[in-house]
C-alpha cells in the first residue's frame, strides 16, 4: 500500500545496510573492536512531520514507518501497533483526512501532507462527536483498537453525513477487534451522526 | 474481616427477577451489609454505566505496556528455534556480544544438559537480548550462530498418535503438571506422545448404553485457534537496587508478582507489577511466561528498563493458543429422548504442552445416570496450549451439542423440547422460553427444507461454566476529609470495565455517583486483588468493596450523628447525603459528614468471604459458588449451498451472571463472547505445514478473525438471577458467553442444508465437502 512509488524493498535497497545485513554487522563490530562508538546513521533525515495542526521536527530514519515515527520520537503513543503490515488497522491516523495504515508508508514518504492522530482529533478539552458516542454507547473494550476504529468513524462523517449501518461496517471493516465492540461502534457511529445533524 | 465465627441472619430475595423471588435465610458475617434488593430498586447497580476511563481510551491517552518508554530503556528481541525439532548443538554469541549497541544476553536453553539442549517447536525460545533500539536487537540476532541438529518431527494429532510417528519427549521427560490457570491432573501414563488418560464417571456406561432404545454415535472435531489479542504480550522490567518493578501486560498482576519474587529470589515488597491500559488475554496473559522471565534476566543483567514485546508472528506462533480435540462421543437415550448414558473419548493437543481437554461439560450439563469420560494429551511439536476464553467447556459443547442435536433428530423430538426433557436446570428453562421467543422458533422448518440456493436455518445450543471466585481478594476503600472516595486494588481492567462496577458498588453504599469514587488499580502497590481469568473478576472484587465501603459508612454515620441529634442507626446515605432516615430535612452533604473525620482519612480494607452458606468446592485461593453459570444462544443463519458460505444473521444469547451490575458492559462482553465464538465456528485455524513444521498464517490476514462485515443482529438478554450468596451476589460473564456460540450456529447449519457438520472451523470448502460437492481431503 506504498504511495509514491517506494517500497521497502526500494529503501532496503539503497541504505547502508542493504543485503549486507551480517557485512553492516561486521562494520560494526570491527569499529566497536577499534574502540570506536557506532559509526554516524547514514540514512537519518531531519524532517519537519504536520502532525496535528503542529509542525514537529524529527531525525528519523529511512526505514522507520510513520507509526514508528509517530510513538517513538514523537510520544504520540495513542496510534497503536497491531501487526505492522496492515492488516489490523489498529495503527489508522489521517493523511489529509484520508484513513491510512501509518505502519504502511514510511515516514519519509509524508512530506508536507497534514496527519492527523488520535490525539489530534478532539478539539482541546471537547470531545469529537465520535469520541462522545463512542464512550456512551461503551464502543470500546480494552481499548486497543479504538484509536484507529474512531479515526475511521470521524472520518466516515466527514464524507457521509447520514450513513446506514452498512455504511459504517464498511468504513470499520480494515479494523480487527478482537473483543468484539464492532455493534457498539456502529451504534456509537451512527448516534454520532444523528448529534452532529442537531 | 468479621470477627470469625460472629454471624447474624438475615433473609435474602433468591431466584429469577420476573419469574418468581423466595425469601430465603442466610448466615452472613455480622460486619457484613443487609441484603441487596432486586436492582430495580437500587439506585447505581444495575445501571448502564459508561465505563470511568472511557475518555482515555478514546483519546488515545490510556497508556498500554507498550507505551510505556522509561528513560534508558533497551529494547529486547527472542532468537527462536526455525526447526520443529532439533537438538541445540552449540549456541555462538561473541558475534553479538561485540556489539557495542548490545547490552545484555540471556539463554533460554541449558546447553549443558542434554535432556534440555532441545527445542520442540518453530518459535521456542532459544535466547534474548537487548539492545539499544528495536532494529539494533533484530540484527544482532542475525549475529548470533546456532548449531542446531534437527530430528524428525510430527504436528498432525492424528499422526502424532501412531507410535511410529516422532516422539515428542522421550521416556520420562513429558511435563507431569502445568502452571497457570489450569492444572493438569498428575501422574497420568504416557505412552509415546499420548498422556493419559484423565477419567471421570458416574453410574455405568456401558449397562447405560445397553439400555439404551437409541444410540447416537459421533465424532467431533475442533481446530487450534490463537488468542489474537490486539496488543501483543510484553513486559517493561526495570531491575533497580532497591527493587524490581514491572509494567505487564497481564491478567493477574498480584499472582505475576509472586512468580517473580519466587523465580528472581526476592522478597515480595522490593517487587512491583503494574498495569494501566491493558489490550486483552482472553487467558494467555495470566502467568510470567518465558518471555517475561527473560526480560526480567535482562534488565538485571544490563542496569536498564528493558521492553520486550512480541510480534504479531510470535503472538499466533508462541503466546497460547486452545488446543485442538478431536472427540468420540456416544450418547444413549430413551426413545422420548431422555438420557441413559453419556460417553465421551477426547485426544487434544496443546502443543509441547498440556490440558487439550473438553472440560466437564458432558459430565454436568444434563441429567444422565451413567457417565464415562476418558480425556488424553496429545504432544504435538507445536506451540504450547493455554487457557482460552472457556478453556475446554468451548470445544467440549461443541461436541456434546451437536450430538444432542442429532440425538433430538434421531427421536423426532424438537431440540427445545429434548431440553426440557434432560435439563435440570431451571435457570436455562427460562433462558430457552425467552430465547425461543426472539428467535422466532415456533416458524423452524424441517431441515434443508428451503428451496433454491440460499437455505435458511435456525439452530440453538446451551452452556455450562463453574461461577468461579478467587477468595483471596483484597480492596481498600477510603474517605478522605474532603469527601472524596479513593478505592484501591491490584485487581487489573483487561476491558471488561471493572473500574466502573467497583464504583458502582461503592457509589450504591455511600449515596454517590460512580464518577465520584475515585478506583485506582492494576498496581501490587495496592491490596492483592484477584485474577482477571476465569470469569471471576466481578465476583471476587465486588463483594469486598461493598464490605469495606459499608463499614465506614457505619464509622461516617458515628461522626456525623451527633451533628444531626440522631442515632447511627437512624442515617441513611442518599442522593450525596447524610440524612436522618425519619427526617430526611436533617442532614448534611457527604462532603460535611467527611469534614467531620478526625484524623484524614477514614480507610476500611477487606478480602472476599466465602460465599454465604458455604462455596460448593475450595481449591487453595479459589473456589466454586454452588451455582453454576448458564447461558443458551439461538443462532439464524443463511447458508448459500453453491460457494459453502455461511452468513450468520442473528444470534439471540440469553445468559445469567447472578446479579448484573452493569448491563452496558454486559452486553459489551456478550458481544465479545459471541463474536469470538463465530469466529471459531467459521474463520479461525492455526494451520501448520506438515512437512515444515511452521504455522503458515502467522498474521491477522490469513489466521481469519470474524471483522465489522460478518457481524451479525445480536439480541442479548441478561437474567437478574439472585440468589442471596454474597454481599453483591454478582458473578462472571466472559466466558459463559462464548460457549454455546458455535454449537448453536453448527446446528442452524444443520437445520438450513440438512447435512451434519461436525468439524470446526464450518469454512465454506467444508460445507461444499459435506454437500458432496467438493474434494475431501485424502
Known sequence: ?198 | MAESGAMRTETFPVGVVGVGLADETRQIPAGEPPPLPPNAELAVIGKPHPRLNGRDKVTGAIRFTVDVAPQGMLFARILRSPHPHAEVRAIDTSAAERDPQVRAIVHAIALDDPAHAVVRYVGQPVLALAATSMSAAEEALRLVRVDYRPRPFVVDLDEAQRPESAKVYDAGAAPGSSSGELAAQAGLPVEGNVRGPARASRGDVARGLAAADVLVEGEYRTQVQTHCCMEPHGLVADWRPDGLTVHFSTQFTAGVRRELANAFDLPLDKVRVVVDGMGGGFGSKSTLGNYGRLAVALSRQAGAPVRLTLTRPEEQMDSGNRPATHQRIRLGARRDGTLTAISVESHGTAGVGLNAGVGNFAQSIYDCPNFASAQYDVFTHAGPGSAMRAPGNTPGAWGLETAIDELAERVGVDPLALRARIDPSPVRREERRIGAEKIGWARRHAAGADSGPIKRGVGMAQSLWGANVQTASSIEVRILRDGSVEALSSVQDIGSGIGVVIAQTIAETLGLRPEQIAVRVGDTNYPPGPPSHGSRTTASITPPARVAAWKLLRQLFAEAAPALDAASSDLVARGGRIERRSVPTRGMSFAEAASLIKGDMLSATETRSEDYGGFRRTMGEAALAQQDLGGVQFAEVAVDVETGIVRVETIVAVQDCGRPMNPLLLESQIHGGVLMGLSYALYEERVLDRNAGRMVNANLEAYKVAGPREVPVIEVEVLENLQGRSATDAYGIAEPANIATAPAIGNAVYNAIGVRLRSLPMTPMAVLAALGKAPTRS
Not at chain 1, 108 to 116: D, F, K, L, S
Open chain 1, 1 to 198: 500500500m506504498a504511495k509514491g512509488g517506494w517500497s521497502r524493498r526500494d529503501v532496503l535497497s539503497r541504505s547502508v545496510y542493504a543485503t549486507a545485513g551480517v557485512g553492516a554487522a561486521q562494520l560494526i563490530a570491527s569499529a566497536a573492536a577499534a574502540g570506536t562508538a557506532a559509526p554516524p546513521d547514514a540514512s537519518a533525515h531531519d524532517v519537519v512531520l504536520h502532525v496535528n495542526g503542529i509542525d514537529r521536527a524529527v531525525r528519523i530514519e529511512s526505514r522507520a514507518t510513520l507509526a514508528e515515527v509517530l510513538r517513538g520520537p514523537l510520544a504520540l503513543t495513542g496510534t497503536k501497533i497491531g501487526c505492522n503490515r496492515g492488516a489490523c488497522s489498529a495503527c489508522t491516523v489521517w493523511l489529509d483526512g484520508t484513513p491510512i495504515c501509518s505502519c504502511m508508508i514510511f515516514a519519509v514518504e509524508v512530506g508536507a501532507r497534514a496527519v492527523t492522530t488520535i490525539e489530534g482529533l478532539a478539539r482541546g478539552t471537547e470531545l469529537h462527536p465520535v469520541q462522545e458516542a463512542f464512550i456512551a454507547h461503551d464502543a470500546m473494550q480494552c481499548g486497543f483498537c479504538t484509536p484507529g476504529m474512531a479515526l475511521s468513524a470521524a472520518a466516515l462523517l466527514e464524507q457521509n453525513a447520514k450513513p446506514t449501518a452498512e455504511d459504517v461496517e464498511r468504513a470499520i471493516s480494515g479494523h480487527v477487534c478482537r473483543c468484539g465492540s464492532y455493534p457498539h461502534v456502529v451504534a456509537a457511529t451512527l448516534a454520532a451522526a444523528e448529534a452532529r445533524k442537531g
